[in-house]
């Protein structure tokens, strides 16, 4: 069981850097790919960023591309998601889930997908 913990959000200022880190226990995340999705309120969850297993690829939705950077570490068991030029409407909780099934990043923007979600992180930017 595979268990996620997220950390790095807070209040910016619009342009500002931030560094989401999502840290497991348990289970054998290495094997499992890592997605972050969003959540501003009164909208639904909105998939961000998604990485495979190996660190060896991965995904950016349009909206933050060149903007945001997903990376891990299995050495540290951490995924990261490195946010750059941040505005406005990135204010969100932000969540990273591993996939339901290993070594496949199938279907990785669908929430759906994931079996193992972390409890979220605030990240606020102001204008």
């Known amino acids: 069981q595979v268990q996620l913990g997220e950390s790095g959000g807070g209040l910016v200022q619009a342009g500002d850097s931030l560094r989401l880190s999502c840290t497991a226990s348990?289970?054998?995340?290495?094997?499992?790919?890592v997605a972050w999705f969003r959540q501003a309120p009164w909208t639904e969850r909105e998939w961000v960023a998604a990485?495979?297993?190996?660190?060896?690829?991965?995904y950016t939705a349009g909206s933050v591309e060149g903007r945001f950077n997903c990376s891990r570490d299995n050495a540290k068991n951490t995924v990261y998601l490195q946010m750059d030029s941040l505005k406005p409407e990135d204010t969100a909780v932000y969540f990273c889930?591993?996939?339901?099934?290993?070594?496949?990043?199938?279907?990785?923007?669908?929430?759906?997908?994931?079996?193992?979600w972390g409890q979220g992180t605030q990240v606020t930017v102001s204008s």
């Open positions: 889930a591993a996939h339901g099934i290993r070594f496949t990043l199938q279907y990785f923007d669908d929430p759906r997908s994931y079996a193992y």
């Open positions: 348990g289970g054998s995340f290495g094997d499992y790919g």
């Open positions: 990485i495979n297993w190996s660190g060896g690829y991965s």
